[in-house]
């Protein structure tokens, strides 16, 4: 085990999970949260999870997205209940020991714990059509999936995430002040870009009902199996909330 900067051993003794603790590694290529690899060993077997500290300078209420997270989790492992691989398919927390599903240390970092989804992996960058496909299923079947997802409404993790006048309006303050001085290199894009103001405000102004949607709907935000490529497991749901479904259409084609 490397130097963390994080006591792992003494967050997973929090968890309600059998065995010996064996180590943590650092894992993924997230910058947001803190991610460690942590192997147990159970019955002479390792058996692997995924422990994050939620960053809470981005997440400001760390409580209500875990909320959200435990509400969205319990729905979609009923909807793979019975169904192969249901394990692999949908992120399963972690209770805590006094049955909680994160866990506050004595800094106000809150952490929580995930079963590891083995035999599959992410991707950085898209490297076949097929890929995308299958990508684009998965997050398709995701707010399907979610669309029956019983009252009261999901929390707003980021409020304004994807409100776009809002962003519109911070990019021209971004512009006026040129704090780095490079508003005159960057002229064709800022032009570009001030052109099509008049469409910031298309899709508030549609009405269109709102969703659950994940939000950040990059390619590497859904695991393929490592042999058969196929979709297991849309991951990274800090950001699910309600939404447009045309937020997560357009951001998996703008990321892929």
Known sequence: MTNLKHDVRAIARQFEILGEFQGAEPYGSGHINDTYCVVFHQAGVPVRYIFQRINHNIFKNPVALMENVQRVTTHLAAKFNGQPDATRRALTLIPTRDGRGWHVDAGGNHWRAYLFIEKARTYDAVESTEQAFKAAQAFGQFQKMLADLPAPRLHDTIPDFHHTPKRFAALEAAIKA??????????PEIEFALAHKPITGVLLDANLPERVTHNDTKF???????ETGE?????DLDTVMPG?????????VRTT
């Open 244 to 252: 447009l479904v045309l937020y997560d259409f357009g951001d998996m």
């Open 220 to 226: 590497n935000n859904v695991m393929l199996d490592e």
């Open 231 to 235: 979709a297991m497991c849309v991951v």
């Open 178 to 187: 040129d704090v780095a001085g490079r508003a005159e290199s960057a002229k």
